[in-house]
Nanobody
Framework: VQLQASGGGLVQAGGSLRLSCAAS????????MGWFRQAPGEEREVVAV????????YYTDSVKGRFTISRDNAKNTVYLQMNSLKPEDTAVYYC???????????????WGQGTQVTVSS
């Protein structure tokens, strides 16, 4: 299984970015997808999770109302639309796939390489 994340960059506070994660090597539509992030010196934390069909989603409190996770199973791709970005959103963002509906990073089997998001004040 390979996951390729893209779309990160440098943006001013209040701006927007859309992350993409393209998957290959397994039946994408069967599995939960998640976005996680890790800031320097911090533990990896969940940002958003979407179930196999896209019907169920989860957001960590700090991004509710600003971020939207979605998936296109025909394109084997999951997205994270990030609006109203804040400096505290600065981190390396990772996509991951797993069999279970969970927010725990340890339950995800495969990870992308990460994409840097930097929000300037």
């Amino acid at each position: 299984v390979q996951l390729q994340a893209s779309g990160g960059g440098l943006v001013q506070a209040g701006g927007s970015l859309r992350l993409s994660c393209a998957a290959s090597g397994r039946t994408f539509s069967w599995y939960t997808m998640g976005w996680f992030r890790q800031a320097p010196g911090e533990e990896r934390e969940v940002v958003a999770v979407i179930n196999f069909s896209g019907v169920n989603t989860y957001y960590t409190d700090s991004v509710k109302g600003r971020f939207t996770i979605s998936r296109d199973n025909a394109k084997n791709t999951v997205y994270l639309q990030m609006n109203s970005l804040k400096p505290e959103d600065t981190a390396v963002y990772y996509c991951a796939t797993g069999a279970a509906w969970t927010t725990s990073p340890t339950e995800y089997n495969y990870w992308g390489q990460g994409t840097q998001v930097t929000v300037s004040s």
